[in-house]
Every structure is written in C-alpha cells, then in structure tokens.
C-alpha cells in the first residue's frame, strides 16, 4: 500500500542523504521523493511516497524520520483532503499524419505540447499520479522515446475547502 | 531570542574573545567539563592538537583509534558522561568506525571529533580524504560537518546536547584543517535550539495508570528492565516498584545490574543464554513490562513465540523501539526514571501472583546455571565464580564478546548498577581491553577487571601499553581457550564439529607479552592455580594480566538455537 508523507526538513546540505540513508538502512521503499523550498526560509518541503506492507511498517517508518535532529515535521497526509500533483515530460513519435490526433488525445488531459522536433513532439502534463498513468498508457502506441516524471508532491488543503468538500472526495487523493 | 533590555550579568562581563578553532574547540570542551579525551593526532587535526599542548584537559593516547573509541564508551558506560574522542581525517576516522556503530546500538553518549581535509580540496579526494560524514550517517545519533570557525562553539553545544539527552547516543563533528586554523569570536553557548529534537522525558499518565491496571488484573506479569533504567540512574525506584507491585524481574545483558541480583524478586538474564527461569517468565507471561529494553533479537529468540499470550506494555524513551519488534498494547514514551516515579505516585497494587512467584522462585531455585566442574581443569565458568568470590562481588566487570562474556553475564551476580560493561548490540571483539582502561580512567578508585577471551584480546592488545603508561590498575584475566569459542560452539553444535578457522593454538605466551608492556603476567592452568595466582593479582596495586588456560571444548549453555522460542531452550540441565 501507498502512503504519502509530508516532510519538513532544515535545508542543510546532506539532509537528502539523511533521509534516503535512513530508508536505505532499514529497507523501507520508497516509490517517489520530491523535495524542494518551502514557505518557510531554511525549511524544505518533501513529499515521500512510500510503498509498505502494513500500518506498523508505515508507523516505523515515521518515527524514524522523527528521530532525525534535521526533521521539523513529519505527517502522513494520506488520509486527508490533500491536492497532489505530479509532472510528467513526454517525448513520443509523431510523425506529421499523427500530430492532430495526438494534439486532439491530449486535449482532454490539458497537455501541452512544449516542443516540437520532426518526427517527435514533446508533451508535458501535470495532474494527479491516475491521471498521469492514464496519459502515458494513451500515449504508448504512439511509441514513448522519453519519459521524465517528477513524483508527487502535495499538501493538505486549505481548512475551508477541506470542509467544504463532499464527504467521499475527503478520504482520497483528489485527482482534479 | 527576544531582546533583553535588562543587561545581564552575563552580556556584561563577557567579551567575545578572539581565538583558532582549535582553541575554541578546547575551550568548549573545558566548559562541557569534559575530564579526559581519548586521541590519537594526525595531519589533519594538528592544530588542534597544538592547542591541547597547553594542558587544561588530560589526553590519553591510545595506540590505535578503535582503542581510543571503546574506552571513550567504557568511561561513558560507567561514569554516564560523554566520552570524547579525537582522531584525524581519513584512516583516523574511519578507524572509529565500529567503536561509533557499538555506542549506537549500545546507546552510549559520545562526542567524536575527526579532522577533515580542508574545505577548499573537499571533494577532491585529497590526501587522507574519506566522508566520514556519509559513513558515519546511519551509525551516530546526529553528525556535523562544520564549514565556518563561527559555527565550532554553537555545534559543540548541540553534539553534547544531543549525544547526552534523550536516548544517548554518538554525535561525530567533522571538522575540516582551515576551521581548525580559522581565527573567530568565541561566543559562550547556553541554550541550544533544535526544534527537530525534543525527546519526551515526562510519560503520559493516563498510560502510566494504564499500565497499573493492567498489572492489577494481571496472574503472570514479569518486568523487563534494560539498559534505559541505568541511563536513568533509576535502580532504586526500579527495586521499589518491582516490590510493590510484586513484579518478577527479568535483565536483558545490557541492563545486568540495573536490579539486585540477590533480590528474591530477580530471574537473571534473559534471552539466548539466559536463565531458564528468565526465560520461562518472559515466554509465559501474560503481561509483559518493558522498561528501557528494545526487545533485541538476542533476548527475544524468534518473535513468532515471544510473549505470545501477555499483554505488551513498553516504556521507551525513544518512541521508535515501541512497537518495532513486539506489538505493544501500551505504549508509553518517558525516561525510565520519570516513567517509575510516576508509577509510584500513582500507587500500583500487584495482583493475585503468589502461585506465579512460587512457580518462578521453583523454576529459579531448580534451574539454576550449570557446569560439570573438575579438580584438574579449570572450567570457565569456575573461574568467573572464583573472580567473583575473590572480587567480594565488587567489582567492575568489563568483557569482550563471545562465550567468556556470556559466562561473566551468568556466573558475576551484580548487586549494584554501572559495574558491567559488555558490548551487546554490536557485539565487538576487540571492545574489552580498551573499555576497561576507560572504564578504569572513568572510576580510578574501583577495581576493574577485564575479562577477555584470547582471540578478541588479540584484536585490541596493543592497549596493553597503556596499563603502565597511565598506571591503570586493570586487572586483565583472559579466559584462554586456544580457540574462537563461540565460534566453535556454533560449529560443533550447527555444522557438524567443521571446526573452519575457529581453533587458534598457536597463541603467543602471554604472560611474556604481559612483560614485554611492562606489566606482571601470571599463568594458571588448574583450578589450584588459579585461586593461587587470581589471589595474587588482585592483590597486586598495579596493572596485571592473568592468562588462565580452560577447559577447551566448554559450551554455554543453556541456550535457544537461532530461530528457536525462548521455551525451546537446550542445555538447561546436566
Ligand atoms: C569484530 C568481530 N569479529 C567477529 C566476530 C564473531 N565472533 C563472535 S564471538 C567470536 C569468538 C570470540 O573468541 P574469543 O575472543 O576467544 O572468546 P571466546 O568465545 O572463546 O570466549 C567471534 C569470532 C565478532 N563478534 N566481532
């Protein structure tokens, strides 16, 4: 099972290492890491996707990423209202007899295609991890050259919206 | 921080003075009261050294970094305070590999001090270069690189914070040779902030009475006491509430010690080698305390049968060990001492246990460790009873790893906490002879005895020169089986007597190498001898090394197989 954790961490050098270390030593998977700024100046963000077998593993693992000095806050977001996105760049063949119908496949998923080259056309998306699936399992037939996902990165929602949103869509990822 | 208007005595009096990092690194050390520092120089830590030429705070040159470390633990283990340790870069560093990697699992405060290549040429692979930030990363509580002078004092005050505080544990700071040479203000540390580390010291009493009720109900409850109730220095609140609330008392290895071995109430140690009523009470209970124990492979056997039928309650001051190899029902994060002061408060009333008592103290009285003696060789295990008899039980004991050490565990009952230094989680060779020399630093008036097996001895016995540099009275007793007895145990028992490497008889005489350090050596081979010559040695004033020939082929027993529960013990009776 996935679970999504939501990571505050001092930006000091090495403290990616810390944390992929800890993961390393005690052989928890990690599915996707994405880091970066936060609203705060010298605190990162980082959303980690974990793949676990079972609750306690999943609880291990927070309590070990709480232990580390460089850790300001650990919470797993994924039973909560969240938005969670995702990037994908995809370079796929397109030969000229295929670009409108390529253009007209991604439309729906509100891809753009960000470059342009003869045969390939370059398409980027962004969205929930379903939705990015869902554009690359379109796209395979066209043949993938390249492809570059960035992982997830999310956060809870805003308080108000949270309660406002209907009951069914609070306990998963929101995928609009 | 706010701003304070009201000048303080402090802002007042203290100007900022101007200083080397070496020298602040120094200065800091004397404000942390650091006594001794356990060190061996090299390139990148000269000017530090430089700086410890001037004296103020004693040095003990270890002839090896692996030395210097397990003494720092040594000294940790018995005084409670930081070993401090310093190295240079590179093979300096990563000399203290396993001495780091010990005090981790063993939970020991230490500070490590490693020299590091100069800022400018990190990265370069430069001459004695090595990361000893990523090596040691998963091995210490906390580790730093420090990049700028400005930063020594501030990073000192947090190591020492960080390696004493919480679950103890070893910090390293790394400090690279143009840091060292900088010039910088020296700003005295007071507070420390580190909003990532806040360990919780004070329980949660709704748990504390949780774990009360539980004990209420409770017809076969047995209490775990590890390592965490001598960190807290809370063996007499643990003695209290164990009889009040009429607990049977289990020790792991570590935590030996930590409750009287006389006591009516105590079972000895448990898991592997452990006792069999020890044992018995851990695989029957139906409530299982657990207090300042991590639930070790080595106690546990295989998890499948531990504590299957109890009631789990684990008191941990790391949150992390509760629930990560027994599910727990209550779990309450606390230091130990804080956790049994509350438990007396909120006065615990045992249950109806007197069947369960009587069936244990039998167990106990029946089953007590074995060995076949003999008049004509000296038995291992008879010769910890003479040091123990001949030490009026008084001692601190200090071992290295293997079947002597698990035999000290068994035949030197402890009566009193802090006298017990044994490598348990990592298990090291080599540990014995350095941790006793720091254990003998750290208490220069007790009598430490090192109780060593040959082939560990032989890792770290270049120490030896230091029994008579420091005049260190360690009494040095190798239980000598020509061979790596656990080693053997293992083969003859799991691999069909294939004996592969483990048997070492060609020994050198050691009461020669007792004397080429300048220290008396004294040999024993029958029992006769050994009263003789054990007699002798501890009377002697000065450092001794008492090289005992035993029986070669002993086992420990008795003993859970890897893999087996604790009630599929072997060996635990003639
Ligand atoms: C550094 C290290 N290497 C290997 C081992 C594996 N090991 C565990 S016990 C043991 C034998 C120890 O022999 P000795 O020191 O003679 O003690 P004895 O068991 O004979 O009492 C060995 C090799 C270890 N624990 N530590």
Redesign the pocket.
């Known amino acids: 099972m996935n679970r999504i954790l939501s990571v505050v961490v001092n930006n000091r050098s090495g403290v990616l290492n810390r944390i992929t270390g800890l993961f390393l030593r005690r052989g928890f998977n990690i599915q996707s890491l994405t880091v970066g700024t936060s609203e705060t100046e010298g605190q990162s963000r980082m959303t980690i996707v974990l793949d676990v077998d079972d609750e306690r593993t999943a609880e291990q693992v927070i309590k070990q990423l709480h232990k580390q000095i460089d850790v300001l806050k650990v919470s797993d977001i994924t039973d909560q209202p969240i938005v969670a996105r995702e990037l994908v760049l995809i370079r796929v063949n397109s030969p000229l007899q295929t670009r409108s119908e390529l253009t007209a496949l991604i439309e729906p998923f509100r891809a753009s295609i960000i470059d342009v080259s003869r045969d390939t056309v370059t398409i980027q998306a962004v969205g929930s991890p379903e939705k990015v699936d869902a554009l690359i399992f379109l796209l395979h037939p066209y043949g993938i050259k390249e492809l570059a996902r960035t992982g997830l990165t999310a956060f809870v929602r805003g308080t108000d919206v949270a309660a406002e949103a209907p009951r069914p869509y609070r306990n998963r990822v929101l995928s609009i | 921080m706010g701003v304070d208007l009201k000048p303080s005595a402090k802002t007042c009096t203290s100007v900022k003075p101007l200083m080397n990092g070496s020298r602040m690194l120094v200065e800091a050390l004397k404000r942390e009261g650091v006594e001794v520092i356990f060190g061996y120089p090299g390139g990148a830590v000269l000017t530090i050294y430089d700086a410890l030429y001037d004296g103020g705070i004693p040095h003990i040159l270890a002839r090896h970094e692996q030395g210097c470390i397990h003494a720092a633990e040594g000294y940790a283990r018995v005084t409670g305070k930081p070993g401090v340790v310093i190295a240079t870069s590179g093979p300096g560093a990563t000399n203290l590999v396993?001495g780091i990697a010990d005090a981790m699992l063993d939970s020991l405060p230490l500070v490590v001090f490693t020299g590091q290549v100069a800022t400018q040429v990190i990265g370069s692979d430069a001459f004695q270069e090595a990361s000893i930030i990523g090596i040691t990363m998963p091995i210490t509580k906390h580790n730093y690189q420090v990049r700028d002078v400005s930063e020594l004092p501030r990073i000192i005050r947090e190591a020492f914070h960080i390696a004493t505080t919480g679950r103890p544990g070893p910090v390293l700071v790394d400090i690279p040779k143009d840091v060292s040479n900088a010039m910088g203000w020296f700003e005295d540390q007071e507070e420390v902030h580190l909003p990532g580390y806040q360990p919780t010291v004070i329980p949660h009493r709704m748990q504390i009475r949780k774990v009360l009720d539980a004990i209420r109900t409770a017809k076969k409850p047995v209490l775990l006491a590890g390592a965490g109730v001598l960190h807290a220095r809370a063996q007499d609140l643990l003695r209290e509430f164990a009889e009040r609330a009429q607990l049977p008392v289990v020790n792991t290895l570590l935590g030996l010690g930590g409750f009287p071995a006389s006591h009516p109430l105590f079972l000895g140690m448990g898991g592997m080698h452990g006792s069999y009523a020890a044992n018995k009470a851990l695989y029957e209970a139906d409530l299982l305390i657990n207090i300042g124990a991590r639930f070790d492979d080595r106690l546990t056997g295989s998890l499948e049968h531990f504590a299957k039928s109890a009631t789990v309650a684990h008191i941990d001051i790391d949150p992390a060990e509760i629930g990560k190899n027994v599910p727990t029902d209550i779990p309450v994060v606390g230091d130990a001492g804080e956790a049994l002061k509350m438990l007396l408060e909120e006065r615990p009333e045992p249950g109806d246990v007197a069947e369960w008592l009587a069936e244990l103290g039998e167990a106990k009285r029946q089953r007590p460790f074995w060995y076949h003696d003999s008049d004509r060789e000296l038995k291992p295990q008879r010769l910890i009873q003479m040091i123990h008899e001949f030490t009026g039980g008084g001692a601190i004991v200090v071992t290295?790893?293997?079947?002597?050490?698990m035999w000290a565990a068994q035949f030197y009952p402890l009566e009193e906490p802090h006298r017990w230094v044994t490598s348990g989680g990592l298990?090291?060779?080599?540990f014995g002879l350095p941790a006793a020399i720091g254990a003998q630093l750290g208490r220069p008036d007790a009598l430490v005895v090192a109780v060593?097996?040959?082939?560990?001895?032989q890792?770290t016995m270049q120490e030896l020169a230091l029994l008579k540099e420091y005049n260190l009275p360690v009494k040095v007793i190798i239980?000598n089986?020509q061979?790596?007895?656990?080693?053997?145990q293992w083969q003859e028992l799991f691999y069909q007597g294939r004996y592969a490497h483990s048997i070492i008889p060609n020994l050198p005489d050691l009461v020669k190498l007792a004397e080429a350090y300048q220290i008396p050596g004294y040999r024993a081979k029958t029992p006769s001898e050994a009263s003789e010559v054990l007699r002798r040695a501890l009377a002697e004033p000065g450092p001794v090394l008492v090289d005992c020939w035993v029986t070669p082929g002993e086992n420990v027993y008795p003993m859970v197989p890897p893999g087996k529960g604790l009630h599929e013990m072997v060996g635990v009776t003639p």
């Not at chain 2, 290295?400 to 050490?405: A, C, L």
């Open positions: 396993t290295d790893v293997g079947q002597h050490q298990g090291t060779m080599g060593l097996g040959d082939g560990g001895f890792m239980v089986n061979a790596l007895g656990m080693v053997r």
